[in-house]
């Protein structure tokens, strides 16, 4: 399986962007760039997905490399309640790629 | 829409006892995923489950946990004999169809926590 590299952790303070680098130099054609987060306590939540342009949705934006092998997710303005561990994963686009491999992802704190 | 829904939300139970988590897929989802949270650690996937099916249980342990995803009712994920390792954090989520192409995010339920004692 293609791995991804994440930080642990990175800080923000309230109102400020927030940019997530993942590292995934053995991607393959045909893999999405997945992420998601998990909140304390609670279980992982879908935040966004891309395979070769940026993409936006009104919880972030994902800007992917040229050459694939890097992404980053952008949360434009952090609130106490993006405080989560976010993940980065890699999917196949074919109908048997079905688990989530989930790393040790990274850790935001974000500051009042 | 209901999310996934997942009960009890907290469990607890002696070593050799029996441990039942149950899971209510979203409406119109017929694809089940269990994952385990061990404390400290990531996510692992488990199981996926069809309706009456199991489709992949290359992660789960061989012996003592078992899963089912009846015609009716919810998805259960079933822990024999729980000794304290058992302890973690399980979830459950459901998709629509269980491709890795781009319209199929997996929606996990809140967890069940686990503790034995």
């Known amino acids: 399986d293609a791995k991804t590299t994440q930080p642990n952790s990175m800080e923000s303070n309230e109102e400020e962007p927030v940019h997530l680098p993942c590292n995934h130099s053995?991607?393959?054609?045909?893999?999405?760039i997945h992420w998601y987060r998990q909140l304390p306590s609670q279980g992982p939540e879908y935040v966004i997905h891309?395979?070769?342009s940026n993409v936006n949705n009104r919880m972030a934006s994902l800007a992917i490399a040229e050459d694939r092998k890097s992404s980053t997710l952008i949360l434009h303005r952090a609130t106490l309640r993006d405080a989560a561990v976010y993940y980065c994963?890699?999917?196949?686009?074919?109908?048997?790629?079905?688990?989530?491999?989930f790393g040790a992802g990274t850790t935001v704190t974000v500051r009042a | 829409n209901a999310g996934v829904m997942q009960n009890p939300r907290h469990l607890v139970r002696r070593r050799g006892q029996e441990a039942r988590l149950r899971c209510s897929p979203m409406?119109?989802?017929?694809?089940v995923y269990w994952y385990r949270q061990l404390p400290e650690e990531g996510l692992k996937f488990m199981v996926y489950?069809?309706?009456?099916?199991?489709?992949?249980e290359s992660g789960m342990p061989k012996e003592r946990f078992s899963a089912e995803f009846p015609k009716e009712g919810p998805s259960i994920l079933r822990i024999q004999q729980v000794v304290r390792g058992d302890s973690a954090a399980y979830f459950c989520?459901?998709?629509?169809?269980?491709?890795?192409?781009?319209?199929?995010?997996?929606?996990f339920g809140p967890g069940t926590r686990l503790t034995v004692l």
């Open positions: 994963i890699l999917r196949a686009a074919r109908s048997n790629d079905y688990k989530l491999s």
């Open positions: 409406k119109g989802h017929s694809h």
């Open positions: 053995t991607i393959s054609g045909t893999d999405y």
């Open positions: 891309g395979l070769t």
């Open positions: 989520a459901s998709s629509p169809e269980a491709s890795g192409s781009s319209y199929n995010e997996q929606f």
């Open positions: 489950l069809q309706k009456e099916n199991i489709i992949d």
